[in-house]
């Protein structure tokens, strides 16, 4: 692919599946507050903020702010627990595969997720090592639909924005990658969808479009 130096990965959804973790965390704590919670509910708080997705789940129920915190911090508590159950195992042979090829090809390789929990979950799989820079939740204070988590990426990459290509599997993240002036990939099940450049349906796709 011409012109690109780079590859941001989303983390959640795209390197691995943690949605059910997400999902039965928050499913414990909207039972706790009485508000009502259903996988598609859970399926629009994919890409975005912990306090994003706890103020979608409540809706118009008025909590302070305080009691929000309070909330985002225990469903964070539930979710780790959950995470403790990943281990490398669950990294398939295809994804290290298209890794190993892209880095072959002289590519920077980062992760760029909204998650406070990346460098966590990818040192459980195994994965930190893969790639050159890890733009999280941690390091920004605007979550997708922001270009920030992105342009952070490209920034630690020492890479310009049309040099770098985002690979995402919620709408919240292509439009990120495209505010921050970056190619996209919609993969998985979103291939398809959503106003991506490109379109993958696995990371043997991947590996095609980027290295050609």
């Known amino acids: 692919m011409d012109g690109i130096k780079a590859v941001i990965f989303d983390l959640d959804g ?41 103020n979608i789940i409540l809706g118009t129920a008025d909590f302070s702010p305080k009691d929000k915190e309070l909330l985002t911090e225990e469903k964070n508590r539930c979710y780790i627990q959950y995470l403790r159950q990943i281990t490398p195992a669950q990294v398939s042979a295809e994804l290290l595969g ?14 760029g997720s909204s998650s406070r929990n990346a460098r966590m979950i990818l040192d459980k799989l195994d994965l930190t090592r893969r790639f050159d820079a890890i733009s999280d939740g941690n390091d920004i204070s605007r979550s997708k639909p922001d270009p920030e988590v992105f342009l952070n990426a490209a920034r630690l990459l020492e890479a310009e924005p049309p040099e770098c290509i985002v690979v995402e599997d919620a709408e919240a993240g292509i439009m990120a990658g495209r505010s921050a002036g970056m190619k996209t990939i919609a993969y998985g099940a979103a291939a398809g969808k959503y106003a991506a450049d490109y379109y993958a349906l696995s990371f043997r796709d991947i590996r095609s479009l980027v290295c050609g």
């Open 14 to 54: 795209v390197i691995i599946n943690t949605d059910l973790y997400h999902y039965k965390a928050w499913k414990k704590i909207a039972g706790k507050i009485g508000v009502y919670f259903d996988e598609e509910i859970n399926h629009k708080l994919r890409g975005i903020s912990r306090i994003d997705s706890l």
């Open 98 to 111: 298209a890794l190993e090829a892209l880095k072959g090809k002289g590519l920077k390789l980062a992760i």
